[in-house]
């Protein structure tokens, strides 16, 4: 996302820091200005060849790392937090634990994919009421065992991928709220600018996850009838309230960027109205356009922020 | 198609099932219910090329994780101790700020997670299986060659110093992949009159010549340790074979037409266009998987379907709502269509409830559904096993979506009807559909007897045979033996096609 007249994205957030485990001590981290930093590792490129050449990597330097293959990961917004109250508690032990466990794994739903037999992912039948159907037998001749090795191989490259990937996203939330905000808004503003059939459906899920909590605090409606699609063009957007009672729905039309430049930065329910854009961005004081009921045009509001990490902000 | 509006639904819908973990205490195990839908509308999707798997995949994983994360359910551990004022897990508070202090997150759980495995890549082909490489396919050059299917009806007696028994030829077929006989067979065993196996039946001492006094040999080729299956004559025999003798040990020898001209005419097959979408063609299958699910059932619920209420099988049908609107937003089902109506009509018939589904039931249903509903309304879905018994049925099927379909036999076994059938033009799938629905057989195929009653067929079996498949359906419900002739009804997407065919039954002595 270019900055534009209206600032940065990250302009109306202030720079938060935390502490990893580095060594056998605990380092900080600090993000600032869209950046991550280590204080600790000025040289963080000398210590990637040194470790390039067997020695250890740094904790620090590996965190940064993964911050760095996740930046335009639209997954960080799939798994990332909602809002303040949807909290996401995961600790480095978890992340100490993760490393210890094996690229194995119970299945989840991903094995209801995989061709197996049966309805992983559905609740266990056991034979009982609403049995699903037995699973059509297929009869083949064994696989030749070069094919089997290769699949295999396949196989365990990619759980050892989706190992590193969980560990990277682990260490990440680990993070905690503060900078989960500000990756979210790094990933969405990484897409912002041109979004394309690729990266609308998350971008899509990602609005609507979010905003219909917003919306739930905003006006009483229920998440579930919330229906957004993306804007582009000039403008803010669009918002409209139609039917009533279970047919309710509120549908909206916002721009990729309100992710980062709203959202991402606490803005999105602020003196309560909704925010739909930011005029001018700055800490602690900016100016938004908000809306107050749906229907209504938006109105420029000059808000001030207090908190650090996740801003409050109020008008 | 849009592909777009799939994948949207899909992650909006993923986004609607994390609310559930996001609002409840902390500890509470995930709904299934939840994983449930979405698995299974992610399945519809991929079923209907409306998605592709991987990208199914990496939903339902980021899915996965993001529940995971949500989901604490051991008590706080004391944080060790970090500067003031700094986030994360290993500060203080967590988040400092307006946002108050955060708790201690414990230990993350990945009880249901699983590494992000992408579904593995099914072969185009199954590969060769031990007995060497598969002989090529129908692709194999046999010029000016029809294939040829020929129904039996003939019982060989054998008998040898340990074993007698006999077997029962239903029909001959002779395609680009060899000739063959469908075979149900007895064995008994003076060692051991429990127990059968394939191997047993003294195949290799069967002597067989045909009408220029050319000799062949039988090898089973058949799927276990059934009592039916297929025996391939070789050498392969010239296209213009009229008979063959066959001599069984300790028997009588029998001869078999094996030249279609010499029997009775049967009626041609009667083709009519149909114009499904996917989405209607997926929701067909699942009106039919619901329907034919008695098998599945223990026997005491069997008889007790038509009378419970809710019916038992309100959990299998949880998300079919969802699948409809998925399978809308990726426009390959008409908000016009009458399917989704059709199928909550079925929902109601069965008293299958919490479906989800939007449509009001309609119930102009197609005849074959109303008569299995029938059948089910009348509380006898659980019927008196069915003796054993074979039926001499053979006839080749109008191509079906690229799909080919021969009827090779039609047997009554272990209290169950089975049509067995050989197939050209299936496509090796590893996607599971929901319901468990099984893509290798995308055809819709039903029978009704001479009485008037439908039997669905279900797809039950799928084994590769030199290049071509030959299909088990489980008949649902069973066919009396009483049965004296048969419609065949076989649909796909673009096309139905009907033939009518008489029975000759064997039953074992």
Redesign the interface.
């Known amino acids: 996302m270019t900055d534009g007249p209206n600032g940065r994205w990250f302009d109306c957030l202030p720079s938060c820091q935390a502490q990893v485990p580095c060594g056998a001590g605990w380092h900080p981290v600090r993000w600032e200005a869209g950046q991550l930093r280590l204080p600790e590792h000025p040289d963080a490129e000398a210590e990637l060849v040194l470790a390039a050449l067997g020695g250890e990597k740094a904790g620090c330097v590996r965190l940064a790392e993964a911050w760095g293959r996740h930046t335009s990961d639209l997954s960080v917004l799939a798994i990332g937090p909602r809002g303040p109250a949807d909290e996401i508690a995961v600790g480095w032990d978890d992340v100490a634990a993760a490393e210890q466990a094996g690229p194995g794994g119970s299945g989840g739903f991903l094995s209801g994919l995989s061709g197996a037999p049966g309805l992983p992912g559905l609740p266990r039948w056991a034979g009982g009421p609403g049995s699903p159907p037995a699973p059509l037998r297929r009869l083949a001749s064994p696989p030749q065992a070069g094919g089997l090795r290769a699949r295999q191989q396949q196989g365990s490259a990619e759980a050892e991928q989706a190992r590193r990937r969980r560990l990277d996203m682990l260490s990440l939330l680990s993070l905690g709220y503060g900078f989960q905000l500000r990756l979210a808004g790094q990933v969405a503003a990484a897409h912002a600018e041109a979004p394309d059939a690729t990266t609308r459906p998350a971008l899509v899920a990602a609005i609507t996850g979010r905003l219909a909590l917003i919306a739930e605090q905003w006006l009483g409606i229920d998440p579930g009838q919330v229906a957004v699609s993306l804007h582009s063009g000039p403008g803010w957007g669009q918002l409209e309230l139609a039917g009533a009672g279970d047919k309710r729905q509120l549908r909206v039309a916002l721009p990729a960027s309100w992710l980062a430049r709203v959202w991402a930065c606490g803005l999105a329910l602020t003196g309560g109205q909704l925010v739909v854009a930011v005029e001018r961005a700055g800490w602690p004081r900016a100016r938004v356009l908000a809306l107050r009921a749906p229907g209504a045009d938006p109105v420029p509001l000059d808000v001030h922020a207090r908190g650090a990490d996740a801003p409050h902000w109020d008008v | 198609m849009n ?2 509006g799939a ?2 639904y ?3 819908l ?3 099932q ?2 559930g973990p ?1 609002t409840a205490a ?1 500890g509470q195990p995930w709904p ?2 939840g ?2 839908k ?3 509308v ?2 519809a999707l ?1 079923a209907v090329h409306a998605l592709e ?1 991987e990208v ?11 529940v995971s ?2 989901q ?1 359910p051991e008590s706080p ?1 004391p ?2 101790s ?2 003031a ?7 203080t508070t ?6 108050g202090a ?7 759980r ?11 890549a ?2 185009s082909a ?6 060497g490489p ?1 002989r090529p396919g129908p692709e194999r050059p046999r010029p000016g060659a029809p294939d040829r299917f020929v129904p039996v009806g003939l019982r060989i007696p054998y008998r040898d110093e340990v074993l007698s028994g006999e077997v029962f030829l239903m029909s001959f077929a002779h395609t680009a992949s060899g000739a063959r006989f469908a075979v149900a067979w007895r064995v008994h065993s003076s060692f051991d009159p429990d127990r059968a196996y394939p191997g047993m039946v003294p195949f290799g001492d069967f002597a067989v010549t045909d009408d220029r006094g050319r000799r062949y040999h039988l090898d089973f080729a058949g ?2 340790p059934d009592l039916y299956g297929e025996v391939e004559l070789r050498p392969e025999p010239p296209d213009d074979l009229r008979w063959l003798d066959i001599s069984a040990p300790g028997g009588r020898s029998v001869r078999v037409e094996a030249d279609p001209a010499a029997l009775a005419a049967v009626a041609e097959p009667e083709v009519s266009p149909l114009t499904l979408s996917p989405g209607e063609q997926l929701l067909i299958t699942l009106a039919e ?1 619901l329907l ?2 008695t ?4 026997p005491d ?1 069997r008889r007790q379907l038509s009378a419970m209420s809710p019916g ?5 049908a949880a998300g079919i709502g969802d699948v409809i609107a998925a399978l809308q937003a990726a426009d390959v089902l008409s908000p016009l269509s009458p399917v989704p109506g059709q199928l909550a009509a079925v929902c109601a018939g069965m008293r299958v409830s919490g479906h989800g589904i939007t449509a009001p039931p309609a119930y102009d249903l197609p005849e074959p559904w109303l008569s299995l509903l029938a059948f089910y309304q009348r509380r006898k879905p659980d019927t008196p096993p069915v003796p054993d018994g074979y039926a001499a049925v053979a006839a080749a099927l109008p191509e079906l979506d690229g799909i080919r379909l021969a009827l090779l036999g039609l047997l009554n076994a272990d209290g169950s009807s089975w049509i067995k059938l050989l197939a050209r033009g299936l496509v090796p ?4 559909g929901p ?2 629905i ?1 893509y ?2 995308p055809l819709s195929f039903w029978i009704r007897d001479n009485g008037g009653r439908w039997h669905a067929g ?7 045979a030199h290049g071509e498949w030959v299909v088990k359906l489980q008949l649902v419900p069973p066919l009396a033996r009483s049965t004296t002739s048969i419609e065949v009804l076989a649909a796909g997407s673009s096309a139905q096609v009907r033939v009518r065919l008489p029975l000759r039954w064997g039953y074992p002595q």
């Not at chain 2, 199914?56 to 993001?66: C, E, K, N, V, W």
């Not at chain 2, 967590?94 to 946002?99: D, F, K, M, R, S």
């Not at chain 2, 955060?102 to 993350?108: A, D, F, S, Y």
């Not at chain 2, 199954?126 to 007995?131: E, I, T």
């Open positions: 592909r777009e994948e949207t899909l992650r909006v993923a986004e609607s994390l609310r996001m902390r299934l219910a994983s449930a979405l698995t299974m992610s399945q991929t798997g199914a995949a990496d939903i339902l994983a980021d899915l996965d994780l993001a994360v949500r604490r551990i944080p060790p970090a500067p004022g700094t986030t994360g897990a290993t500060g967590g988040a400092t700020g307006a946002t955060r708790p201690r997150p414990g230990r993350v990945f009880a249901r997670t699983g590494p992000m495995i992408r579904p593995p099914w072969p199954f590969p060769a299986g031990a007995r598969e799927e276990g998987r034919t699910v098998p599945d059932l223990p619920l038992p099988l309100h959990i299998m799938e590893s996607r599971t319901f468990g099984d290798y057989f279900r797809p039950a079996l799928v084994r590769q």
